[in-house]
Every structure is written in C-alpha cells, then in structure tokens.
C-alpha cells in the first residue's frame, strides 16, 4: 500500500501536466476519443469527451453510430464527430465486421489515447468492432480506458486486456464483482478493498483499477493508492464519464511528459506516471462532483459535473504559470 499523502501524490500529477506554452502547436496537448455511443445512449460519450476537452485536451473525438452521431453534434459544436460505428441492425450489405472497424483503426494514427465504452451497448458487432481496436491499440501501445460496456469485453474476454501496462479499467462495485468473477476471485472473504483491488489487477497481469465508490481504490497490482476527497451525495447515472474523459487526457499528458515536449526534471517513470494518472483523474472527479453537489443539491445531472471540470483541476492540481 502507497502511504504517500495525497497533496504529496497530487504534486507529482502537477510536474507531470505541460505549461501552456506559446511554442506548442495544436495537437501536442492531446488528442482523445472516445468510442462508443450507440443509438439509445448518446449522454455518455458526450461527457466523457467534453470532459476531456474541459480538462484541457487540444482535440477531442467521438466515434460512434450514425444514430448517435447526429445527435451528439447537436449537443456542442465542439468536438469532432465520427459516424463509424455500426450496430448489428444497422449494417448495411456493402458493409462488414472488417471495414467498420477498419474505418475505426484508420483513426489510431491520429490519437494519443482512446476511451472505449461510453454509450457501446451489448450489440454483438460493436462489441467486436471495440476488440479489434483494443487489438491494433495495444500493437500501437496506444493507452485506453475500459468503462461501462467496454468493461464487458474484459469480462467476457480478459485476453485482450490481459498483461497491458497501458490500460486503465473504471468499474463500479458491481462491475468489479463481474470481473472478479471472470478471474475466480472471491470478493466476499472480508480483506481490504484495496488489496482486493491489488489482487484483481495483478490477476489481469498489471492493469490498472479504479474501483469506483464511496472511496476510490486504485491499483495496478504493485502501486496502490485510496482516493478519498470528498465528492457529492448525489449518485445520477453519468459521473463516470467525467472520470474516463479526465482519465484520457490526463494519459495524453503523460506521453507529452514522457516525450519531453518541455523542460523538465523527468524523473518519474511510465508505472509511476500511469498510476498519478488515475489518482489525479479520481481526485479531479471527486471534486467535480462535490462542486456540483454544492450547486445543485439533489437535483443535480451528469451535465452539471461538465461545467465544474476546469474548477475541480484548478482546486485539486493547480494551474501552472504561462511562460511565453
């Protein structure tokens, strides 16, 4: 168990967020998507992807249905829409497993980090179509999140998460009893939760878990921290979208540390950085959701956890000086 304090693991989640910096140039401060969104769920993919494009991401993407897609556009002209996505009903004869999600891989090459499950649903073809991406992800070592639907894939096919030192899994209390499961772990023998969450990511070979709750446990089996800040009475469906697109562009910078994009003391490695990633994207959400609490009380909606994503940064991280 990590018993660095939590201000303590917050100040290396800062060292590892870029300057804004007059030199960068569009694209270096992260490049997201977010996959999912089929025709009855286009909430989810929203949020996750404006929650990225609030918390700082220079482009943020969603790839979903035809359905969705018209949809989602009409909820903020802000980010960038991509209609590849085919549910099973909706294939048309010229259309296959193969070219849908070719169509989805082609867009790799342009993205730091991927988000997958947001508003996917169960249908057999985007379900298959999300394996092959996380396959390709995973050849391009790519990072992505696993939530809501997308988590069924580590569920029902654990070998495509199985051993990724770049995935981070987001379930709640009874996704993780799901996956437990899958793996043959007891949850029920009265241990900490959080060597629980050890247990589990090391039986996925090192992934990383945020197990959701009143706490949140965070372990890639080796690293181990309890994200505790307060956060809202209020549990509306939705909230964990704020924490996959958080999650996301916190990843894009991590690879802008990694890759050195400014000066500095470098002195973090890739385990380290994944593992404040998640703390830092926990604590982001906690905050965001006690703020919109604060405002809205018990009528609050996962819309209202978007618009306090920059507030809870500055709260929780801290904005550095500009440097021109």
């Excluded at 991927?114 to 394996?131: F, H, K, N, S, Y």
């Excluded at 906690?286 to 909606?301: N, Y």
């Amino acid at each position: 168990m990590a018993n660095a304090s939590t201000k303590e693991l917050l100040g290396k989640v800062y060292k590892m967020v870029p300057p804004m910096l007059e030199s960068f140039h569009k694209g270096q401060l992260g490049r997201v998507a977010v996959i999912g969104g089929s025709e009855d769920y286009t909430g989810a993919p929203y949020f996750s992807a404006m929650a990225s494009a609030k918390l700082g991401c220079d482009m943020s993407h969603v790839i979903c249905e035809p359905g969705a897609g018209a949809v989602i556009k009409t909820y903020s002209p802000n980010l960038m829409v991509h209609p590849y996505m085919r549910q099973s009903k909706n294939l048309s004869s010229t259309e296959s497993l193969d070219s849908v999600s070719t169509e989805v891989i082609s867009m790799l090459s342009r993205l730091h980090v991927i988000v997958i499950g947001p508003g996917l649903g169960r249908d057999e073809l985007m379900q298959d179509t999300c394996a092959r991406v996380i396959e390709e992800a995973r050849k391009k070592n790519i990072p992505f999140v696993l939530d809501a639907d997308g988590l069924y894939l580590a569920q029902t096919r654990p070998e495509l998460v199985e051993g990724y030192k770049q995935c981070i899994l987001t379930p709640n209390v009874v996704e993780f009893a799901r996956l437990a499961k899958a793996k043959s772990i007891k949850t029920d023998d009265g241990g900490p939760p959080e060597e629980l969450c050890a247990k589990l990511a090391l039986a996925f070979g090192g992934v990383t878990i945020i197990q959701k709750g009143a706490k949140d446990y965070i372990s890639n089996g080796k690293i181990t921290y309890v994200s505790e800040g307060e956060g809202g009475l209020k549990r509306s469906g939705g909230q964990g979208d704020t924490l996959t697109g958080s999650l996301a562009t916190l990843l894009a910078y991590r690879k802008a540390y990694h890759d050195k994009i400014w000066e500095h003391e470098g002195d973090m490695d890739e385990a380290e950085t994944l593992a404040l990633a998640a703390f830092g994207g926990s604590a982001i959400t906690r905050e965001c959701s006690r703020l919109a609490f604060k405002d809205k009380g018990r009528s609050l909606q996962a819309a209202d956890l978007t618009e306090h994503v920059h507030q809870a940064y500055l709260n929780v991280i801290g904005e550095k000086e500009s440097k021109l």
